[in-house]
């Protein structure tokens, strides 16, 4: 029934493996006029060593906020993937 003989062939796809630590920052802004913004960024490490910082600045105008998925994908950018997002039609 069963050789021993014969063997396994078991084939591993080796991918290199690494970390993605990302620590989410926020900031707020109250102003008089336009109430409260907030806005959010974070630190990247890649196998502890610091390759990203989005400092998340909330302002009235022209504030700078980086969402999670956009920490990610920056950062898989930078470890040289190549991410393509397509937006999709909607159905109607
Ligand atoms: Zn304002």
Redesign the pocket.
């Known amino acids: 029934m069963f050789d021993s003989s014969q063997g396994y062939h078991i084939f591993y796809i080796v991918a290199a493996e690494v970390k993605i630590e990302i620590t989410t920052l926020e900031d707020t802004?109250d102003?008089?006029?336009?109430?409260s913004?907030w806005a959010s960024g974070g630190i990247v490490e890649v196998d502890g060593e610091q390759i990203l910082y989005k400092e998340p600045v909330a302002?009235?105008?022209a504030g700078e906020s980086y969402s999670v998925t956009e920490l990610l994908i920056l950062t898989l950018q930078l470890l040289g993937h190549e991410v393509v997002i397509d937006v999709g039609s909607s159905n109607v």
């Open positions: 802004h102003c008089e006029t336009c109430g913004s302002h009235c105008y």
